[in-house]
């Protein structure tokens, strides 16, 4: 997981290494100083090669083109100017890159579901966003077992009413899982289906309704009407993005088309444990400022994790 980006950033950390040994061209001031001591302090001139090299990278391991430049930003002033030990920079340069990369991938506000749903008035509607392909309405059926499974009711809306593979996909998910699925025939008014799934929920004092919806090319501004049409009627409480981690930028740009016309909550990443690159995570956090409260890391039910920033730089950078 994670590969290439690792990869990249394992070479920074050993260029930074032979710099500190002299087999990288360093200033004459920082040749002095490191012959006559155990320590030394990285100049920005230094630096500034290594940090090039790693800005495109980032950029080839599909770390947006800003973010990546953010990274290096942070980096430059961890590094220069600071008095290192010869026999620690590995150390020093390592630990630099984890504090950076937390404060990228941690958003200022986080999403615990669980405790939302429990604050949250019934039944609490959740909004599923995202092109076709990217694993929305099975990423739907996983957030749906997890929440059973912390004790919640649930029912589907079937507001995907685009495509009649759809409202067949959501209620194969539904058998599977024994949860009912309010559905209309395709065509049918989006936000109609899910008010009456909010309708049925709250006779029935179901916790949570959540809510399939057509999947288009975002750049299409029938689906942003249609979308913003549903959010007006229903008001839903948690509108929540799931991109393709594969398709790196692409999810990027999808999130900010979603968040431009509908506003966006959180952000769910599918087939993580496919993606060799991982700079979608890293962009999508800090480009969208919204986020990520889960991960798709396979294709039963339960192959659905927490997403935890920590765990992700440390497997960014084991």
Wanted: overall charge neutral; proline content about 1%; some cysteine.
């Amino acid at each position: 997981m994670f590969q290439s980006i690792r990869q990249r950033l394992r070479s920074f950390i050993s260029s930074a290494d032979e710099q500190a040994e002299k087999k990288l061209r360093v200033s004459k001031t920082t040749q002095v100083r490191s012959a006559l001591s155990s320590r030394f302090i990285l100049s920005e001139k230094d630096i500034e090669d290594i940090l090039w090299r790693l800005q495109l990278d980032l950029i080839q391991s599909d770390v947006a083109v800003e973010t990546a430049g953010k990274i290096l930003e942070e980096l430059k002033e961890k590094l220069t100017g600071r008095e290192i030990e010869k026999a620690k920079l590995d150390e020093f340069v390592r630990n630099s890159l984890r504090e950076t990369l937390l404060e990228i991938i941690t958003p200022k506000t986080e999403i615990n579901l669980l405790e939302f749903i429990r604050n949250s008035s019934k039944p609490m509607k959740m909004l599923f966003l995202g092109v076709n392909g990217a694993g929305k309405t099975t990423t739907m059926a996983k957030v749906a077992e997890y929440l059973m499974n912390n004790g919640f009711s649930i029912i589907f809306a079937a507001g995907d009413t685009f495509r009649a593979g759809a409202i067949e996909q959501l209620e194969e998910h539904a058998r599977n899982l024994n949860i009912r699925v309010i559905k209309h025939s395709k065509g049918a008014d989006s936000a109609a289906v899910i008010y009456d799934a909010v309708e049925h929920a709250t006779s029935k004092n179901i916790d949570v309704v959540m809510a399939d919806t057509a999947g288009r090319m975002h750049t299409n501004i029938n689906l942003m009407d249609e979308m913003k049409k549903i959010c007006r009627v229903n008001n839903p409480h948690l509108k929540i993005f799931v991109g393709d981690a594969l398709t790196g930028n692409d999810a990027l740009e999808q999130a900010r088309e979603f968040n431009r016309g509908v506003g966006i909550d959180a952000v769910i990443l599918t087939k993580m444990d496919s993606d060799a690159k991982g700079g979608s995570a890293i962009s999508m956090v800090h480009e969208i400022k919204k986020p990520i409260i889960f991960v798709g890391m396979g294709q039963r039910y339960s192959d659905l994790q927490k997403f935890d920033a920590e765990w992700f730089v440390d497997e960014i950078l084991k």
